[in-house]
């Protein structure tokens, strides 16, 4: 399983940006895909994760700012990120859980700043 994340930049806070984590391989129906974050010096948070089936979970701090989505027929998950702060600034992860097994994307930067 490959992953595969885009979609980050530079942005000014107050901003939008849109990841997308498309996903190839031997994918299985039953899944769960997540973004992550981390920060130089800090450890990798869960920001937000969906099923295959919709349930999403976010971390409190994204709430109302970020939504997770994903089209499993083209096993690709996205994140878009609004009214975003200078606090989002990280290196944005994508993870993929099937099974036992978890497969992680490279990750692509994400810098919040004026």
């Known amino acids: 399983v490959q992953l595969q994340a885009c979609g980050g930049g530079l942005v000014q806070p107050g901003g939008s940006l849109r990841l997308s984590c498309a996903a190839s391989?031997?994918?299985?129906?039953?899944?769960?895909m997540g973004w992550y974050r981390q920060a130089p010096g800090k450890q990798r948070d869960l920001v937000a994760s969906i099923t295959s089936g919709g349930s999403t979970r976010y971390a409190d701090s994204v709430k109302g700012r970020f939504t997770v989505s994903r089209d499993n027929a083209k096993n690709t998950m996205y994140l878009q990120m609004n009214s975003l702060e200078p606090g989002d600034t990280a290196v944005y992860y994508c993870?993929?859980?099937?099974?036992?097994?978890?497969?992680w994307g490279q990750g692509t930067q994400v810098t919040v700043s004026s």
């Open positions: 391989g031997s994918i299985f129906g039953i899944n769960t």
């Open positions: 993870k993929l859980t099937q099974y036992a097994w978890n497969y």
